[in-house]
């Protein structure tokens, strides 16, 4: 079985001509109805992100600033980013979800998907960025900390989660991954960034040059990500899952193809001691397309459906950097001894 935790409301949020539209989330969908899982799938309605949740990882000033910002009729948040007077609410959805798909996750046994918009990664404590508002994956990592558990949050989205891994920098509980193009936006994202006293090693960057293909991020997986993944246990994953890491995205630059998600859906699903303990939560992709073709290969991955498309790709450039990334993480972890 899938569940997919529809954030309702998720297509009010809306900047005509921005590229973070709400298409993105009927693509998303046509993606999970390609796999046809009739009985085997089972949609469950979001509700809003309980504001004690979202203080988990974001400042109340920030919370009442921008509830008030989007009363008042929204405006632009910075040069990206965008809210009008429904995405206080939408954004409150969107996190929502992330929560209700932990929940019938433990409920039914099964893996979740989150086609969430706004989108979160990017977003900081007391700061909108990146097209996003409040950092969905956080509140679910958030709130299962809070609860006892060891989380593993994998982010393979082109961009580097720089809200993600700032709001975990100094927790030993969460394990922040992320493959990213570099350089490229935020800025952020470089090997030796591994975390603070507290989490030290629990923070991983692997960033890629434009053109890295799949085989390339399978390597880094190997070769830096599974060795500490097998260290730390996690009890749950959650995976920021952007799609704009795919070869026909408008904004990213590397050379995925929609069986590469499948490839390394297979990879991040054997880091969960339960196939049900695996969240997976919409971040980028700007191409509707290959968000659609890449969310059916990564879901069908989960459930076991093949759903045919593009196969993995090889050849691009990008090992010697994950080499390379691999020896100044441990050089940057050896310089604390």
């Known amino acids: 079985m899938l569940i997919v935790v529809e954030p309702l409301h998720a297509t009010d949020h809306e900047s005509p001509g921005h590229l973070e539209q709400p298409a993105r989330v009927t693509a998303a969908m046509r993606g999970v109805d390609d796999l046809h899982l009739g009985s085997d799938l089972l949609v469950v309605p979001a509700i809003p992100a309980p504001l004690e949740d979202l203080a988990r990882v974001h400042s109340p000033a920030y919370l009442e600033w921008l509830e008030q910002h989007c009363a008042a009729g929204g405006g632009p948040l910075d040069p990206d980013t965008y809210a009008g007077p429904s995405s206080w609410h939408d954004a409150r959805m969107a996190a929502g979800a992330s929560l209700v798909a932990i929940d019938a996750a433990s409920t039914n046994q099964s893996p979740a998907f989150v086609p969430a918009r706004p989108p979160g990664h990017h977003a900081l404590a007391d700061r909108a960025m990146g097209f996003c508002l409040l950092n969905n994956v956080a509140v679910a990592a958030a709130a299962l900390v809070a609860a006892g558990e060891r989380v593993l949050i994998v982010d393979w989205d082109v961009h580097h989660g720089n809200g993600t891994q700032d709001l975990f920098w100094d927790d030993p509980d969460v394990l922040y991954v992320s493959t990213h193009q570099w350089p490229e936006y935020p800025g952020t994202g470089r090997a030796d960034e591994v975390g603070g006293p507290a989490g030290r090693g629990t923070t991983i960057n692997v960033p890629l040059p434009a053109g890295s293909t799949g085989d390339v991020i399978r390597h880094a997986f190997d070769s830096i990500v599974t060795p500490v ?10 995976v920021s899952a952007g799609f704009d890491a795919h070869r026909a995205d408008p904004l990213g630059g590397l050379a995925l193809s929609a069986g590469d998600f499948a490839s390394l859906t297979s990879v991040v699903a ?4 339960e196939p049900w303990r695996l969240i997976v939560v919409l971040e980028g992709g700007y191409d509707l397309a290959a968000v659609r073709s890449s969310v059916a290969a990564t879901l069908g991955r989960l459930v076991g459906i093949d759903a045919g498309g593009e196969p993995p790709t090889a050849g691009g450039p990008g ?11 441990v050089a940057a972890l050896d310089n604390d001894v």
């Open 319 to 329: 090992v010697a950097q994950v080499d390379a990334a691999g020896v100044r993480r």
């Open 270 to 273: 054997a880091y969960a001691p």
């Open 229 to 238: 993944v097998d260290a730390f246990s996690p009890t749950w994953v959650l």
